[in-house]
């Protein structure tokens, strides 16, 4: 075993014996004040303008039966960009709707109209977001969902319900 590979090893038994999981160790060490009030940000937006969790539940990982055929966000592959881009645009041919208020005018979207698209047109959100509101809802999917497991934990259930709700008994350890 070269130093390099002894090196990860030692890491990730001491993240797994502190009961740290892989995806924990892709987080940052710490996130700034700033960072942390862009997430929140995100999960409000998240939560109630964009309402993300009734297609794609409230830990992101998606479901073949509530509220539609929505994808995980736990294990997309989607790089930011292409998360923004799904967001703003939508998905042609699916029920993921636009967010953006000129999507589909122009070219901007996929390179193509809804006068081209007819009704393979993605649905119209019931709000379009700002850019600002776009970028912090990424956000807070790369930080809380992206790469932390299949399924949300009751500590990731309290961080979205709140510590006040009953919400999150069924999923006590």
């Known amino acids: ?60 990982s998606g479901d073949q039966g509530y509220g539609g055929n929505a994808l995980s966000l736990r294990v997309t592959e989607l790089t930011q960009e292409q998360f923004i881009e799904v967001v703003k645009c939508g998905r042609i041919g699916t029920g993921m709707p636009y967010h953006d208020k000129f999507a589909y005018t122009d070219k901007r979207c996929f390179d193509t109209t809804r006068e081209e698209l007819g009704n393979d047109t993605p649905p119209i959100a019931n709000e379009y977001l700002q850019p600002r509101e776009i970028t912090a809802v990424m956000k807070y999917v790369f930080a809380r969902m992206k790469g932390h497991g299949e399924k949300g934990s009751y500590d990731d259930c309290l961080d979205f319900w709140g510590k006040e709700t009953k919400q999150c008994d069924q999923f006590k350890p």
């Open 1 to 60: 075993m070269n130093k390099i590979t002894g090196f990860l090893f030692a890491a990730f038994a001491a993240l797994t014996i502190a009961g740290a999981s892989p995806a924990a160790a892709q987080q940052p060490a710490t996130e700034s004040p700033a960072d942390l009030r862009e997430i929140e940000y995100g999960k409000d937006i998240f939560k109630t303008k964009a309402t993300c969790q009734f297609c794609h539940k409230w830990d992101g």
